[in-house]
């Protein structure tokens, strides 16, 4: 099957820093990418979705000013989270879709991405 | 909006035994797809199974099978043979038909006692 990988799985940073998140497909182009917060024992919240080449949609309640997205390429999209703050500490997931699929098909998850913030 | 229930925060079942997971959702559209997805302890989000909505007929993956009631806006899962590997998170999620975004039940933490 499809394999999304994600970078770094787990980071620490400083608070008023900002930490970039990267979410790859790695066999298969993702027109689509989703973008997921996790508090521990909560469910999946999507944050965003993006489209490769436009802008990403946010859900109502996300700062996007603060989380930052890019989806430059097919494979690649990348989260920022600017000026990071203790309560920014989550797990960050991505899935991805292909064009074609998105409609039909499985979105195809990344391994996660712990953030804490000190 | 649409919303996902899941209403079994915990759930336990012997090795060997069979359990059943509720779902409701809430939906006025009548083209969707819902899945179950597992989360283990290493977090990975892992496909169980997927039930398109036009589809009359339960979805079934080995062990694991749907009952899929569209008007009660009913998905259950039942795991037959529970193994101590499906001790997991356990989310229901729906899919919208347009923009494909999935929507997450609050999840429902099994485990499996050997």
């Known amino acids: 099957g499809a394999v999304v990988s994600q970078h770094p799985s787990w980071v620490i940073c400083k608070s008023g820093t900002s930490v970039k998140i990267e979410c790859r497909s790695l066999d298969f182009q993702a027109t689509t990418m989703f973008w997921y917060r996790q508090f521990p024992k909560q469910s999946l919240m999507l944050m965003a979705t993006?489209?490769?080449?436009?802008?990403?949609?946010?859900e109502q309640g996300v700062e996007k000013d603060k989380f930052l997205i890019n989806h430059a390429s097919l494979t690649l999209s990348t989260l920022t989270v600017t000026s990071a703050h203790p309560e920014d500490s989550s797990f960050y997931i991505c899935?991805?879709?292909?064009?074609?699929?998105?409609?039909?098909?499985?979105?195809?998850f990344g391994p996660g991405t712990r953030l804490t913030v000190l | 909006a649409q919303t996902v229930t899941q209403s079994q925060p915990e759930m336990s079942v012997q090795e060997a035994e069979t359990v059943t997971l509720s779902c409701t959702y809430d939906?006025?559209?009548?083209?969707?797809?819902l899945f179950w997805y597992k989360q283990p302890p290493s977090r990975q989000m892992i496909l169980v199974i997927r039930?398109?909505?036009?589809?009359?007929q339960n979805a079934t993956e080995n062990r694991f099978s749907v009952n899929f009631q569209k008007a009660a806006k009913s998905f259950s899962l039942k795991i037959s043979d529970s193994q101590l590997g499906d001790a997991a998170m356990y989310f229901c999620a729906y899919r919208y038909n347009q923009g494909g975004k999935l929507i997450f039940g609050q999840g429902t933490e099994l485990s499996v006692k050997p």
């Open positions: 939906t006025s559209e009548s083209d969707y797809y």
């Open positions: 039930q398109e909505a036009y589809k009359q």
């Open positions: 899935s991805a879709a292909e064009r074609e699929t998105i409609l039909t098909d499985t979105q195809y």
């Open positions: 993006s489209n490769e080449g436009s802008k990403a949609t946010y």
